[in-house]
């Protein structure tokens, strides 16, 4: 569904934000895109901390263009963030619902995951105000949007912090395994792995949990030809929560299979912070004036997504399908080309 812009709304009076789960690079321009928006169309923002927590315990504060004037640049979000077990029941939903109530709040936005975009909708069950989500993930696993803000500044900063990884890696001749994050999805891994020129790509979409002892074996032989002969480095980029038993395990035995060293280096929540990088502060932007539009457009149960350049509307249940795939064109480079190649190379 297209986004159009209908200025014919004056009923909205009361916006409220909120961030919610994990942080991610650009959930701060999407807030100052959300308000200074907001505030164009004589509608005051309502922002709650601490996620749903916050609008359960009904903890706020009035934001104007002025509190988000230099905000832009900032990882992280002003807002806080958090999980929220609570709205996860009836007795949670409806007290976020009576906060809305209380404070007069006309229309919901949420600038998260799927997660939030869940507790969203339980909220919507009760509550006859306009829902709007807004995709604001390291991740990238949101359906219906190209892109999610946050996964680009993700991106970099892995491949910045892998190239310094390879630079140790050549000085000694040395393997590592680098695990990256992404819940269940292979988006950061594939796209970071294939930047940083890695030997091997190891993510949900190309690992079976029977074809664990082929790739050790695999691998192991690869690395020997590598360290042994070709005085090489060896880098292995592996998606969180795939190996049985973790990384660590995956490393360990790889170390026993081939006989040499395999260092685990987890970047862990390093990429989830600093200050997001061009591309995630334009996204956020667009997507959090959008929401605006969407609410003058009477559109609720919404998620605003991108595709091919444009802003959509996307309903909220779609959004948390979990449909969306790592391009299989990266995935098909990786393992038809760039692997095979690594492996003639050493």
């Known amino acids: 569904m297209s986004l159009t812009q209908n200025n014919n709304n004056t009923k909205i009076k009361r916006i409220a934000v909120l961030t919610s789960g994990g942080d ?9 895109a959300v308000v200074l928006a907001a505030t164009a169309n004589n509608f005051e923002v309502i922002g709650f901390y601490h996620g749903y927590n916050g609008l ?44 809305l109530k209380i404070n007069n709040i006309d229309a919901l936005v949420v600038i ?18 306009q829902v709007i989500g807004i995709p604001g993930t390291i991740d990238n696993d949101v359906d219906g949007t190209d892109f999610t803000i946050g996964f680009s500044t993700a991106v970099n900063t892995a491949i910045d912090a892998i190239d ?38 190891i993510s949900f979409e190309n690992f079976q949990v029977q074809q664990k002892q082929a790739i050790l074996s695999t691998l192991a032989e690869n690395i020997k030809q590598a360290i042994q002969y070709k005085h090489r480095s060896y880098l292995i980029v592996i998606a969180e929560n795939l190996w049985p038993n973790g990384s660590q395990a995956f490393a360990n035995e790889l170390t026993k299979i081939s006989g040499i ?62 449909q969306k795939q790592v391009s299989q ?11 095979m190649t690594a492996q003639t190379e050493t």
């Not at 869940?118 to 509550?127: D, H, M, V």
């Not at 064109?329 to 692997?339: E, G, K, M, Y």
């Open 164 to 201: 310094k990884i390879r630079d140790t890696a050549n000085a000694f001749d040395r393997v590592f395994v680098v695990e990256l994050m992404g819940r269940h999805s292979g988006h950061i891994t594939f796209n970071v792995g294939i930047s940083c020129a890695a030997e091997q790509v």
């Open 329 to 339: 064109s990266l995935v098909d480079a990786q393992q038809n080309i760039l692997a």
């Open 24 to 32: 991610a690079p650009g959930m701060n321009a999407a807030i100052r």
């Open 56 to 99: 359960i315990n009904n903890e706020h504060c009035v934001l104007s263009n002025n509190d988000v004037h230099d905000i832009i640049h900032l990882g992280g979000t002003i807002l806080k963030s958090a999980r929220c077990p609570e709205l996860c029941t009836k007795n949670g939903q409806l007290k976020a619902v009576e906060t």
């Open 261 to 322: 060293d395999a260092t685990l280096c987890t970047l862990g929540y390093i990429q989830r912070g600093g200050s997001p990088v061009a591309k995630d502060r334009i996204l956020a932007t667009k997507m959090g004036v959008a929401a605006i539009q969407a609410i003058n457009a009477q559109e609720t149960n919404m998620m605003i997504g991108e595709q091919n350049n444009a802003m959509v509307l996307v309903l909220l249940s779609e959004a948390v399908q979990h």
């Open 112 to 129: 998260g995951g799927d997660g939030s975009f869940k507790g969203l909708q339980a909220i919507a069950e009760y509550w006859s105000g």
